[in-house]
């Protein structure tokens, strides 16, 4: 069972503040950090060290190489990432103030350019036990939701950054929709409570998460493990990202979610997003300290 993961790929540029700008003024950074980041990345690095097979569709600029190294590490297939020379990488400036309150500037780049034969050549190959994990990153998504469906594969949206025209464009061809609490609201005031998909999940941060299983109405709840959380910035992608390798990987939901809420938790204890995701030794071995 493949995950094939049609996901942005940015460059994260942290840089660390005393306190954040106001317009017009020129202020001095104390730090600066360079990391993985992008939601589709960053599930594709979940999902890969949970053990799972990951097929990223993607788009780069031509430089960044380490990027595609950072991805290769961690287990993902990378053959199918285009390399567009008129297109810088995604990449997000990330403004840290001391205290922890942020401000970020997203720019798109490659990750909006995706050419057509990405699904053409490369989704070709998807069928039924497979999955198409998919964000609210790039271009391409109906698409890529629509012929994933029709050739029987489970299709997981998480839709996020939330746009309710681009929700409703993929919402008829979702077998999963995932949210955080924020989303889920956004989603409910949208389309209704009675979403027409097959399952529900949505993340609650610190509160834990929940699966809801619309075709027999029954609900799994998963609460977060306690921890000292640094940085959580990704934990929605590590949660996805590993839920969704327990699915391809045969797991029952409430194993999955377990799981997901154990990889998620060590996520929050590390800086960083793509390059903070636990692998499954360390997952289980979390989960052995907590028994
Ligand atoms: P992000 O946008 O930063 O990726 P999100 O809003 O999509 O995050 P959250 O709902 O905040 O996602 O978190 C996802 C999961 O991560 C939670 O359901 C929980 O299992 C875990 N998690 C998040 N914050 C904490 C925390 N402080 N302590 C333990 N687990 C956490």
């Known amino acids: 069972m493949t995950i094939y993961n049609l996901g942005s790929i940015n460059i994260d540029h942290v840089y660390r ?35 799972a097979r ?17 991805l290769a590490q961690a287990g993902v297939e990378t053959d199918h990432i285009a390399r567009l020379p ?13 205290g922890g309150e942020n401000s970020i500037i997203l720019h798109g780049g490659a990750n909006q350019s995706l050419p057509d034969e990405t699904l053409v050549r490369h989704l070709t190959g998807i069928g039924p ?38 929700l409703r464009v993929v919402l008829p061809h979702i077998s999963i929709l995932s949210v955080n609490e924020v989303e889920a609201a956004e989603a409910f005031a949208a389309f209704g ?32 493990y306690p921890v000292e959380a640094l940085d959580t910035t990704g934990a929605g992608d590590c949660f996805t990202g590993w839920f969704a ?29 793509g390059d903070a995701m636990p692998d499954r030794a360390e997952v289980i071995a979390f989960l052995g300290s907590r028994d």
Do not use: C
């Open 17 to 51: 503040l005393a306190s954040l700008p106001r317009s017009g003024e020129t202020i001095h950074s104390r730090d600066l950090s360079h990391g993985l980041g992008g939601k589709g990345a960053n599930q594709s690095v979940a999902a890969a060290r949970a053990g």
């Open 54 to 70: 990951v097929v990223h569709l993607g788009a780069m600029g031509t430089a960044d190489d380490w990027v595609l190294d950072r």
């Open 86 to 98: 008129h297109q810088v990488t995604g990449h997000a400036i990330i403004l840290v103030e001391t």
């Open 129 to 166: 036990g497979d999955i198409l994990l998919m964000q609210n990153e790039t271009n391409l998504q109906p698409e890529a939701a629509a012929q994933a469906r029709a050739a029987g594969a489970t299709v997981i949206y998480s839709a996020a950054p939330f746009e309710i025209e681009a």
């Open 193 to 224: 409570e009675d979403l027409p998909v097959q399952g529900l999940l949505v993340t609650r941060g610190a509160a834990g998460a929940e699966y809801r299983d619309l075709s027999t109405g029954e609900t799994f709840r998963q609460p977060a």
């Open 245 to 273: 390798a327990g699915l391809a990987r045969g797991e029952d939901i409430p194993t999955a979610l377990r799981h997901a809420a154990a990889a998620a938790a060590v996520q929050v204890t590390r800086h960083g997003a």
